[in-house]
């Protein structure tokens, strides 16, 4: 079992900046894969970025490439999801969850794991 705690939502003004923080615990591999997705009430959950814990490679929605970064921090077992340049239209709640696969995968359906959420809301 795993378990993830995310951290570091909050109200920032567009333009500004926000780290967000998913803690991890339990039984992981080095194959597994980290993500984190966003859900605006009455939307399906969004993939945002992802993470491969083995070598840190990454992918990113389109809407955020350039302004997002995701890392890992092995030694804390963290990964981080690093927001510049917010804009009104980021705001949600935002999830990192894991996936056993070995691949970064977009759809929500395909992790296994799910932290609670951390709220983001960026004022215009």
């Known amino acids: 079992q795993v378990q993830l705690v995310e951290s570091g939502g909050g109200l920032v003004q567009s333009g500004g900046s926000l780290t967000l923080s998913c803690a991890i615990s339990?039984?992981?591999?080095?194959?597994?894969?980290m993500g984190w997705f966003r859900q605006v009430s009455g939307k399906e959950r969004e993939f945002v970025a992802g993470?491969?814990?083995?070598?840190?490679?990454?992918q990113y929605v389109d809407s955020v490439k350039g302004r997002f970064t995701i890392s890992r921090d092995n030694a804390k077992n963290t990964v981080n999801l690093q927001m510049i340049r917010l804009k009104p239209e980021d705001t949600a709640v935002y999830y990192c969850?894991?996936?056993?696969?070995?691949?970064?995968?977009?759809?929500?359906?395909?992790?296994?794991?799910w932290g609670q959420g951390t709220q983001v809301t960026v004022s215009s």
């Open positions: 969850a894991v996936s056993k696969t070995s691949m970064i995968l977009t759809a929500a359906r395909l992790y296994d794991y």
């Open positions: 339990g039984r992981t591999y080095s194959s597994y894969v």
């Open positions: 993470i491969k814990w083995s070598n840190a490679i990454t």
